[in-house]
């Protein structure tokens, strides 16, 4: 089975042994203060290497190694709630912290083995709600009716079985996988970097999106705007209209607009 791309970021294909080797070396209070002290002032750094974009890494070290999944796997980093809200829908969410709904398959989990918690989380919740729904949606659209084969469930049933350690071989993922489908496939095809399906949403944000999105991000009267508070996004917004990179505060409020969502507005709120 592999690992996802959520996985690949916390677990890391390449990096999960010595990031669990830290934390059963390093006590979690001191972990707190080294690592999270270290990621509090290290800058965001999206314009440096790949290498020395080291501040998700050292925030994600100081954390209990389920925690993190939260973070990579949600829009918004819990420190940047509170700003991003405004304040009668901040307080009417009551301090509601998004990894509850992954802590509760954590507690379900049977293993200690830190990979293999974490694929069974996603199995529970990014597959379902996530991949699939999209694969069904699209399919469907079209007239068309898709099967995932590596989801026969006797399959996914022996795929649990099999060890950490030969799912990962070195800084390589999906070992098995790659090493059966030598006898089928090309080489170049096999080790190609993972290509996912993504849209081009920065494109569409800055024309055919622009007017809906800017309503809904920064009108007085927009459905984002009755529990976001404009400000926190505005300048990303701007940055982003001039040629900058997307952030995740624009692209997860406009993503996030959805008829229901009012109920956390200060319309309701008493």
Known sequence: MGVTRRSQDIAGT???????RIRGVVSAPLRGLLFGGLARVYPKGDWLPQ?????TLLRNLSLPPERPISGTMSAFQEEMKEALFQRPAWKRLGGYDSFSVLETYFRK??????????QYVDIKTYLPDDILVKVDRASMANSLEVRAPFLDHSLMEFAATIPSGMKLRGREGKHILKETAKTLL???LIHRRKMGFTIPLDVWLRTTLKPMA???LLSPNG???KFLDPRSHRQ???????GGKITVRTCGS????RPGTEDISDESVS
Do not use: F, G, M, Y
């Not at 989990?109 to 974490?118: A, E, G, N, W, Y």
């Open 14 to 20: 390449s990096s999960i042994a010595w990031r669990n």
């Open 51 to 55: 290498p020395l974009r080291a501040k």
């Open 109 to 118: 989990s049977d293993t200690r083995d830190p990979l293999s918690r974490i």
């Open 186 to 188: 090309p080489e170049t």
């Open 214 to 216: 800017a309503d809904l």
């Open 223 to 225: 459905r984002v705007t």
């Open 236 to 242: 990303d917004w701007e940055h982003h209209q001039k």
């Open 254 to 257: 406009c993503s996030r607009s």
